[in-house]
T-cell receptor
Framework: GAVVSQHPSRVICKSGTSVKIECRSL??????MFWYRQFPKQSLMLMAT?????????EQGVEKDKFLINHASLTLSTLTVTSAHPEDSSFYIC??????????????FGPGTRLTVL | GEDVEQSLFLSVREGDSSVINCTYT??????LYWYKQEPGAGLQLLTY?????DMKQDQRLTVLLNKKDKHLSLRIADTQTGDSAIYFC???????????FGKGTKLSVKP
């Protein structure tokens, strides 16, 4: 299957700092990338949808000024958590959907990034 | 809105079959998915089924779909200790085609 990578896999930072997480599709072009957040023992909740070359669409309750998403190329999307606070500590997972497909194409998930804010 | 429900825990003995159940609400879902998540890891796509199918088999995995009852199940034959993980059922929902996940079923396999 298709491969999606995330970097870093784990990050610990101090409260108030910003953290950037990268999501890359390694062997396919992704017009759409999704960012999910997973709290401990919880399900994945969609944060935002990122389409290449356009602004991200955020889910209700997700602050777009706090979670900055950039999808500058067909293989890379970044999520920047600005002025991170302990309540932002979570597991962030991205997924990518192939360019050639439509709405129903399979999404491939990255391995996730564990963010811990002290 | 869309909602996906799963039981939270399942415990089986090694070698037995495991059946994980899921119900969903969006009758227009075209694809339904099963993902596996091991501790501290991302999601691994196990299998998926198209909505016009009743059953799909892939080696030890069998997916059954009852569209009338909006019920999906995943059967793992000859369950092994390496199958211990959390299994998520998901349907496509939302205007962007994102996935709507259930809360996940934690499968524990006892030797």
């Amino acid at each position: 299957g298709a491969v999606v990578s995330q970097h870093p896999s784990r990050v610990i930072c101090k409260s108030g700092t910003s953290v950037k997480i990268e999501c890359r599709s390694l062997d396919f072009q992704a017009t759409t990338m999704f960012w999910y957040r997973q709290f401990p023992k919880q399900s994945l909740m969609l944060m935002a949808t990122s389409n290449e070359g356009s602004k991200a669409t955020y889910e209700q309750g997700v602050e777009k000024d706090k979670f900055l998403i950039n999808h500058a190329s067909l293989t890379l999307s970044t999520l920047t958590v600005t002025s991170a606070h302990p309540e932002d500590s979570s597991f962030y997972i991205c997924s990518a959907r192939a360019r050639a497909g439509g709405r129903w194409d399979t999404q491939y998930f990255g391995p996730g990034t564990r963010l811990t804010v002290l | 809105g869309e909602d996906v429900e799963q039981s939270l825990f399942l415990s089986v003995r090694e070698g037995d079959s495991s059946v994980i159940n899921c119900t969903y609400t969006d009758s227009s879902s075209t694809y339904l998915y099963w993902y596996k998540q091991e501790p501290g890891a991302g999601l691994q796509l196990l299998t998926y089924i198209f909505s016009n199918m009743d059953m799909k088999q892939d080696q030890r995995l069998t997916v059954l779909l009852n569209k009338k009852d909006k019920h999906l199940s995943l059967r793992i034959a000859d369950t092994q200790t390496g199958d211990s993980a959390i299994y998520f059922c998901a349907e496509i929902g939302g205007s962007q085609g994102n996935l709507i996940f259930g809360k996940g079923t934690k499968l524990s396999v006892k030797p």
